[in-house]
């Protein structure tokens, strides 16, 4: 489903070259919640974000459902992308739109015709449980809640794959376990493919199926969580 191939990252910058990933590589099966875990400062950002290429690899090649993405021009990159849906930490919602047009948003971008945007949003804030709150703004919203819209808006062009980047990092932990709750039941109700980074033991063990230990830009350990991670 997702596969990485040694995958090197070196940023330039002012202080000299950054060698963020050293060889990275991952498979990831399709349906699977796969997590990567590290202290800051290990790669995960990077990682995820050479997943969709938001990041380009300096060396190595990303594979999506049999698709080398990492040999496709701007415009198939582009199209690609809408298979990958992304959540961040701090929601990254536009603040002037209201819930509903933040849902809408991607879907407005790629043409799609208002009955359907119509339709898909009202179907999506119904998933997240959140159909009450369309025509507020994201100030309106608690932490929790923000989230929510922003998993909507990354189901929004019905992708295969969800990228969560600290996706409850800004959450308490009561509001981490029901955001963790729903990601899991997307999971499960629309078989997506979920890889989640995260710098936090108890977001792996509730929800995720396998796990990648990220270490100054290596992968220090791999497999199922249970294997990888026995409890006393
Ligand atoms: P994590 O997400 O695990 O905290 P990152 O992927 O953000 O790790 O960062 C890995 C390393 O790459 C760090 O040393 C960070 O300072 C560096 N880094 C990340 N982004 C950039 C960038 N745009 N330019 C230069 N260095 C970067
Ligand atoms: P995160 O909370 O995901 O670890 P950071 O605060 O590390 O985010 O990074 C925020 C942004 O700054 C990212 O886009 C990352 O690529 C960039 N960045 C991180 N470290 C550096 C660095 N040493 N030099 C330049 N840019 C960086």
């Known amino acids: 489903m997702i596969d990485l191939s040694h995958i090197e990252k070196i940023y330039d910058s002012a202080a000299g070259p950054v060698h963020a990933l050293k060889d990275i590589s991952l498979h990831i099966n399709k349906g699977e919640i796969y997590g990567i875990i590290g202290l800051s400062g290990a790669g995960k950002s990077t990682l995820v974000r050479c997943i969709n290429l938001l990041e380009r690899p300096t060396k190595g090649t990303v594979t999506i459902e049999g698709k080398n993405i990492t040999a496709m021009n701007n415009s198939e990159l582009r199209e690609a992308r809408k298979g990958i849906g992304m959540i961040f930490q701090h929601f990254n919602l536009l603040s002037t739109s209201t819930?509903?047009?933040?849902?809408?948003?991607?879907?407005?971008?790629?043409?799609?015709?208002?009955?359907?945007?119509?339709?898909?949003?009202?179907?999506?804030?119904?998933?997240?449980?959140?159909?009450?709150?369309?025509?507020?703004?994201?100030?309106?919203?608690?932490?929790?809640?923000?989230?929510?819209?922003?998993?909507?808006?990354a189901l929004a062009s019905n992708p295969h794959i969800l990228l969560c980047d600290e996706a409850t990092s800004a959450l308490d932990p009561q509001t981490t376990k029901s955001i963790l709750q729903l990601i899991k039941d997307i999971n499960r109700k629309l078989k997506l493919t979920v890889v989640v980074i995260t710098h936090e033991m108890q977001v792996i063990k509730e929800i995720c199926d396998k796990v990648a230990v990220i270490d100054?830009?290596?992968?220090?350990?791999?497999?199922?969580?249970?294997?990888v991670f026995i409890t006393p």
């Open 99 to 153: 819930v509903f047009d933040n849902i809408a948003f991607p879907l407005q971008l790629s043409n799609t015709p208002k009955d359907a945007i119509n339709s898909r949003v009202t179907e999506l804030l119904d998933m997240v449980g959140l159909s009450d709150k369309a025509d507020q703004y994201p100030s309106q919203l608690s932490g929790g809640q923000k989230q929510r819209v922003g998993i909507a808006r």
């Open 216 to 227: 100054k830009g290596v992968i220090a350990e791999q497999g199922d969580v249970l294997d």
